[in-house]
């Protein structure tokens, strides 16, 4: 757990998890309230992944903004007890929610076989999207094994499963690498100048299968990744262009750290250890004196990665300065609380993120990239144990499963 010196800012930090994640759950298309009041649409489960607040525009979320509301919700679900919300409480307001967005988000999911090359993929945006971005897609399966570990309910480590082997079979080049693009009417990938360290991120995947299963195979998928990640941080190879150009060392790797620490917890290799540490110290190097970064959310997102390092503090000595990590870790969370809209009382608005833009200069839009990541940074801060969400760590399932039956079953009669 993080000990804030302060109490009243971790009550902050709180009371931020939960209108965060609240923002999710009101935004949220459902039965009860369908965007534009038409019922029975597909969208059915649906969050919002951005809203221009001068001009109402909007637009709706595809597979990976499904599971970082996903993991949102569960996050806040274990750390935040209090208040009671209308006539539940907030764990199930927030459970959910995330099991309607698992129903929306495996719709995306290609389960025919005609052509194998598909088998297991996620579509990008809607059951009709013809591209994957394999990255984005990998974190739809980060938001099944969270439920999984959560439920014990099978379909979602069967679906995490097939995507896995699709991703290191399909998704990636013969070296393990994953690809940028995948196209579902070929089965041809396009590697662009997007690539980068970015891509590693999404190898958790193999991480996260590993820790619910204890099947090998993730973990020789996962060894493949890490030697070319310490490999290209090596060469500088820090930056990335073309699409991906605000993931880097600049404040947001996209948890290519996370996904070092993930080796060295797998693989005992120092070499990962210290490279992850390596990346931490040169992230708190380019923090702006106000808790910023230039990196797109890193306030929130490199926030989590200094969380998990925080919680390995021992592990780290020599390599880290545990004080500059704590002053660094609280300037983010204090940073990112500035970036949450609380005074406008517009559903659309109010508990959300300000985001997509560098240094958190702008408020031109609420975007699910910040106020889910952030969400789930004070979740984790104020949490009484240590939490997986977008962490290398705590995976092991609690010995007493939530009962997913009654989430799922109040869904399927509509």
């Not at 679900?77 to 307001?93: G, L």
């Not at 598909?118 to 938001?143: C, I, K, L, Q, V």
């Not at 993930?262 to 190097?285: H, P, V």
């Amino acid at each position: 757990m993080f000990i804030h010196d302060d109490p009243k800012q971790m009550m902050r930090y709180e009371v931020a998890a939960r209108l965060s994640a609240f923002w999710f759950i009101n935004n949220q298309c459902t039965e009860e309230k369908p965007w534009g009041g038409i019922h029975d649409t597909a969208d059915a489960g649906r969050y919002i992944y951005e809203y221009h607040v001068t001009n109402g525009w909007a637009r709706a979320m595809g597979v990976w903004g499904q599971a970082n509301g996903i993991l949102a919700c569960l996050a806040c679900a274990e750390a935040v007890a209090t208040p009671q919300i209308e006539t539940m409480s907030i764990k199930d307001h927030c459970l959910f929610s995330a099991v309607r967005a698992a129903k929306y988000m495996m719709s995306l999911q290609v389960l025919d076989s005609r052509k194998q090359f598909n088998f297991g993929g996620f579509r990008e945006h809607t059951p009709t999207t013809n591209f994957s971005y394999p990255r984005d897609a990998a974190t739809g399966a980060f938001g099944l094994l969270a439920l999984y570990r959560l439920t014990g309910h099978q379909e979602y480590l069967d679906r995490a499963v097939l995507f896995g082997n699709w991703y290191r079979t399909y998704g990636s080049d013969k070296n393990g690498w994953p690809h940028v693009t995948f196209l579902f009417d070929t089965g041809k990938t396009q590697d662009e100048s997007a690539a980068g360290i970015w891509q590693s991120g999404g190898t958790l995947t193999y991480h996260y299968l590993y820790e619910l299963t204890g099947d090998k195979v993730w973990l020789d998928a996962m060894k493949q990744v890490a030697d070319r990640t310490v490999q290209l941080l090596e060469a500088g190879d820090t930056e990335s262009t073309g699409a991906a150009y605000h993931h880097g060392m600049r404040g947001n790797d996209d948890f290519a750290s996370t996904f070092l620490l993930a080796c060295w917890l797998q693989f005992k290799d120092r070499r990962y250890l210290e490279r992850f540490a390596g990346n931490i110290n040169t992230l708190m190097s380019r923090q702006h004196p106000d808790g910023s970064w230039h990196g797109m959310a890193g306030e929130y997102m490199t926030g989590l990665e200094m969380l998990d390092a925080w919680q390995i503090r021992n592990d780290l000595k020599g390599l880290v300065d545990e004080n500059a990590l704590k002053a660094s870790l609280i300037k983010a969370a204090d940073f990112g609380m500035t970036e949450q809209e609380r005074n406008v009382h517009n559903v659309r608005l109010y508990g959300g993120m300000y985001g997509q833009n560098h240094y958190g200069v702008a408020r031109d839009r609420i975007h699910q990239r910040s106020t889910g990541y952030g969400s789930i940074l004070y979740s984790r801060l104020v949490a009484k144990q240590p939490l997986p969400y977008w962490s290398a760590m705590a995976w092991k399932a609690p010995e007493k499963k939530i009962d997913s039956c009654r989430y799922i079953e109040a869904e399927e009669v509509h």
